[in-house]
């Protein structure tokens, strides 16, 4: 079975303060791992996606991703958050069997202090 | 141009009435999906249509029921509207599944209140 554990359910920083969001998950396959994000009362977009090519993702507006296998962690990083980052963001599995079934996790809501 | 979109973005109505939501995408994709988020944020899948052929369906009450007339769009159905559909529900698209999996892209979402 597929599932993701997010770490945080909410994270604090100040501006220009690096950003982590932690994300764990286990798979019965080599799993596809995804970012979303979603700004208040919006829809979700992809941050960033990781399908078994390089282990270290980039993704839009300076977030990034590393997959650990060892760890089967699938942490988001940023170096240094801005305004426009405060949002939920999901960490997302999914499998290799066909369906393209999607498991988010709870989501981490992040917050950005002026 | 707006890839997935909803229609109503709000929608209040009473218990027991019957409602439906449309979603279409102008992505191309082959399948389509519903998800249902609840208030506590929480998103899990409800359906998905692959080429008019449901391939997922979760624990979902059959009060609820996808209706996709071409691949373009999938509309969802709820008959006898109950206080525990309150929620929102997101539509997504993505290319057909396969030998990989594909991003999903998600609809803005359309909030439905049962009083």
């Known amino acids: 079975a597929q599932s993701v554990t997010q770490l945080d359910s909410h994270v604090s920083v100040s501006e220009g303060t690096p950003v982590l969001l932690r994300c764990n998950y286990s798979s019965s396959y080599s799993p596809s791992l995804f970012w979303y994000v979603q700004h208040p009362n919006k829809g979700l977009q992809l941050l960033l996606k990781?399908?078994?090519?390089?282990?270290l993702v980039k993704g839009i507006n300076g977030f990034e991703a590393e997959f650990k296998k060892s760890e089967t962690s699938f942490h988001l990083t940023k170096p240094s958050a801005h305004m426009s980052d405060a949002a939920e963001y999901f960490c997302v599995v999914s499998d290799w069997t066909g369906a393209n079934n999607l498991f988010f996790g709870t989501g981490t809501r992040l917050t950005v202090i002026p | 141009d707006t890839a997935v979109s909803q229609t109503p973005k709000y929608l209040v109505t009473q218990m027991g009435n019957d409602k439906s939501i449309k979603c279409e995408q102008n992505l191309g994709h082959d399948t389509m999906y519903w998800y249902k988020q609840d208030s506590k944020k929480f998103l899990k899948i409800m359906f998905s249509y692959n080429n008019k052929e449901l391939i997922i369906n979760e624990t979902v009450p059959n009060r609820f029921s996808p209706k996709s007339p071409d691949k373009a769009h999938l509309n969802l159905h709820i008959n006898s509207l109950e206080l525990g559909d309150s929620a929102v529900y997101f539509c997504a698209s993505s290319q057909t599944p396969g030998q990989g999996a594909y991003e999903q892209y998600f609809g803005p979402g359309t909030r439905l209140t049962v009083t």
């Open positions: 990781y399908t078994s090519a390089a282990t």
